[in-house]
Each structure stands twice: as C-alpha cells, then as structure tokens.
C-alpha cells in the first residue's frame, strides 16, 4: 500500500509498504476512507515534536472502514463505518477512569507520531474499542472527518473554560481549531463569543458560518478596548489560545480578567514565557496541554442532531498519491485552505 513517511526533519516520503497486520487482540485494521492534514503534523516534519519517530507514517485525523478486528474487540465488525480518535487510550488506567486519555499509561498521542499513522491506504488502530466511534448512517465519512482530532480539540479547548451563561469567551485564532472552539463554546452555552484572528479572510469564515458574535483583527482595531466595553471593563471571562503565535500566548492572559481561565489549546514551537511578579493578584487559572478526545460518541452525536457542523472546514481535496503537494499547499494556507480532505 501506498504511506507517508516522515523520514527526518524537513522530509517526507511516499512509499510502498505492506499492508498493517493486527498486533494485539484489542486492534482493529480499518480501511482509510479519508483524511486530513492537521497542523501538528506540520510540526513534526518540521522537528518540533520529540517524541515523533523517524520512519514513522504520519496522521493521526481520519475516517474509515473496518477490515478486521482482533478476538478482543467488542462493539466493531468488519464492515463498520467509523471516525477515529487522533490518541490511543486503554480505558482501564488511572488517567483513561479519569477522562484523562491523553496521557494513559499505554497511549497517549501514538497514531502518526510513535506508531504508523493514517496517511496510508490501511492503519491499524490499537484499543479499537476505545479509539475508533461507529457513524450513525444518517453521518457521513465527510460529516466525521474531524470528530477525534480538531473537532475534539475545540470541543476540550471549550470545556476546559468551564462555560457559565452568562460568559464572554474569546477565542484567538479563528483556524480550524479555533472555529471549532467557537462552534463548541456556543453549544456549551456562552453568553458571547469574540473570534480573533490577524487573517480577515479565516474571520470572514467564521462570520459566513455564524460562530461568534464579535470578530477582530487585533493589527486593525483596538483590541483591548474591544473586550473591556463588552465586559464593563472586566476583561474575558474565559480566554481559548488557537493561534499558536509568537505573542498570542501573552495576548491571551493580557486580555483575561482576574480569575478567568486561560485555556492553552495551540501548541507552540517556542517556550512561552509566564510573567508570574507581573500577574501576581490576577489569579489567574492557565489550563493547557494534548486533547483529551474523550467525547468523540457526544460529538457524533451532535453532528448527527446538526448541533455541530463542520463540513465547511473541508476547502481542498487530494488523492493519497499527491498527498505531497497537499503537505506544501497546506503549509501556506493560502487560497481560503482550512482543511484539506485526502482520499485514497
Ligand atoms: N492541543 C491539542 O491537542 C491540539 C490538537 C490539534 C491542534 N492543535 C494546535 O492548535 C493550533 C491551531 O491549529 P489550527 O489547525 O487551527 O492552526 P492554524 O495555523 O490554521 O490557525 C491559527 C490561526 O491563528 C491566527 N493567528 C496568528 N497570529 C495571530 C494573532 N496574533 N492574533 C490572532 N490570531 C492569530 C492565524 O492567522 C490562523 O488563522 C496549532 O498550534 C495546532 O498544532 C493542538
Ligand atoms: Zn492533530
Ligand atoms: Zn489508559
């Protein structure tokens, strides 16, 4: 079968393999229907993801079909149409019984960056039980395509702030993961969401799809008097960092109120500096970290009562074949490209 393999820094390479084999009773071989390029797979071509290996296939965002299941798995069959979760959790840990999949003893982010990913023709998931959901038929491949990665990530970014009616929450970045932040955050009952970005085109994506109720561009209008009119001079109840910028971790404590909570969804290629002396009476609550994709059956759920919707992020196509050239186009992010959908 045809892979993408990252080779070292700066290198990937489409090769041939053969075909993913089950490991353990508890895998399951699923067919790639489609998948995505997510951006921190840009972060480990470009060597800033340590635990990645090298020769590893690269993907950890897909949907597909069930070829095989191993005697341990319980609710799949071959046959089944399923979306996958980008981390590979056992259920049974200290971290799984806590809802805390992302660090499970036995998993944690593995498809993609430890072991071989969905970036293929074939993949092999381990704990199908745990990290594969079945598609209701009324939900697409399409529909699925980003429940356990991105759609996950905004939907945790969200839940981390804690949400209360009457909450103003401020996402920065209106990328993928920040639209989906903004589409979650809505579902959790915010009161108002204000979207950031530096990009008017990625603000206009989330106007076009009704996601917040403010949209700003902080190198176009003052910001900060923005947020405090909208708070009475407070500050953001809650704060979502989807940017991943040099200074939109600053950005996002700066435009916090005191004891808001600051929620760290983007991961940074730089250390971030936290001012502690400068901040100290702000008691501020930073949350941070690798999703925790535990709600994956919730979000297929709320696709499928068109609750979340989150087709429009699909703006390219490609075939696995050129799945190159979908890595070098998505890199720019140029032409209106949120997400880029890979078929085999
Ligand atoms: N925590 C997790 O488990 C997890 C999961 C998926 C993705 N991520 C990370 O989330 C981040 C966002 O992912 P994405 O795919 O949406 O990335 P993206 O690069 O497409 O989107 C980031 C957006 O931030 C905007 N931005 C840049 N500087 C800004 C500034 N100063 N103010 C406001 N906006 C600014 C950009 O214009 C862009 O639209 C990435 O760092 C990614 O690696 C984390
Ligand atoms: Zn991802
Ligand atoms: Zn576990």
Redesign the pocket.
């Known amino acids: 079968m045809k892979a993408l393999v990252y080779k070292d820094v700066g290198e990937i390479e489409l090769i041939e393999k053969p075909l993913p084999v089950l490991h353990s009773e508890n895998d399951a071989i699923v067919k790639v229907e489609i998948s995505s390029i ?3 797979d ?2 480990i071509v470009r060597g800033f993801v340590p635990r990645a290996q090298k020769g590893v296939v690269l993907g950890h965002e897909f949907v597909g079909t069930i070829m095989s299941v191993g005697s341990g798995v319980k609710n799949l069959k071959p046959g089944d149409r399923v979306s996958a979760n ?1 981390e590979t959790f056992c259920g049974e840990c200290w971290f799984c019984r806590h809802g805390f999949v ?1 660090n499970c003893e036995k998993g944690g ?1 593995e498809l993609g960056c430890r072991i071989d990913g969905c970036h293929a023709e074939y993949v092999r998931v381990p704990y199908a039980d745990m990290g594969l959901t079945k598609l209701p038929e009324d939900v697409s491949f399409e529909n699925a395509l980003f429940v356990g ?2 759609l ?2 905004g939907w ?2 969200a839940e981390l702030c804690e949400i209360k009616p009457e909450d103003v929450v401020v996402i ?9 932040s903004m589409m979650s955050a809505k579902v959790q009952g915010a009161s108002k969401i204000v979207a ?4 008017d085109t ?1 603000l206009e994506v989330a106007r076009k799809q009704n996601l917040a109720d403010y949209f700003v ?3 176009k209008e003052d910001l900060y008097q923005i947020i405090m009119n909208l708070t009475q001079g407070r500050g953001a109840d809650s704060v979502i960092e ?7 971790f600053e ?1 996002a404590y700066k435009i916090a109120r005191p004891n808001a909570i600051v929620a ?5 290629e730089k250390n971030q500096i936290l001012p502690l002396p400068e901040m100290y009476g702000k008691n501020l609550i930073f949350k941070t ?3 925790d ?1 535990s709600k994956c059956s919730e979000l297929v759920n709320l696709i499928f009562e068109n609750k979340l919707n989150t087709d429009f992020l699909i703006t390219h196509r490609y075939k696995l074949e050129d799945i190159i050239k979908a890595y070098e186009f998505f890199e720019t ?1 140029s032409n209106g490209c ?2 880029i959908a890979v078929t085999n």
């Open positions: 997510c951006t921190s840009l972060h980008c992302n982010w990665d991105i996950s990530s945790w970014g920065i970045g209106a990328g993928p993961v920040g639209l989906c950031l970005d530096v990009d990625r561009n902080p190198k989807a940017a991943g910028a040099d200074d939109t950005l760290v969804v983007a991961m940074y970290g690798g999703v994709a992010k949120l997400k």
